[in-house]
């Protein structure tokens, strides 16, 4: 079974430790300790708190098929004449979309805009982490 610390599980989640310790003291998260005392979580268990979190209604403008939605902030954009680059930080998430600039000019878009990227692929390669 996979089991991360609490400073593992928070670079997962590109939050602080102090959050994650505050989210287990809550009980909203589930941990245990290890042999050595130390607070861990079962990966299940983390990836169930993940779901929940990302279960956000409200972040769906509208009906779509694409569930791959990450909330973020502008941090980049860069426009020419016809097309722009968009940079999005969602957590730990580096999140770049090329469009038109009709398209940024119609969202507003700016650095400091919360926005949504939606990704809808036909291929997603998925890769094994090595532990650290």
Known sequence: MTVFRISEAAGLLGVSDDTVRRWVDAGRLDATRDGQGHRVIRGTDLAAFVRAQAADPDARSEESSARNRLRGIVTAVVKDTVMAQVDIQAGPFRVV?????????????????????????????VERAVAR
């Open 97 to 125: 979309s090329l469009m038109s600039r009709e398209a940024v000019d119609d969202l507003d878009l700016e650095v400091g805009s919360v926005a949504i990227a939606v990704i809808k692929s036909t291929t997603v390669v």
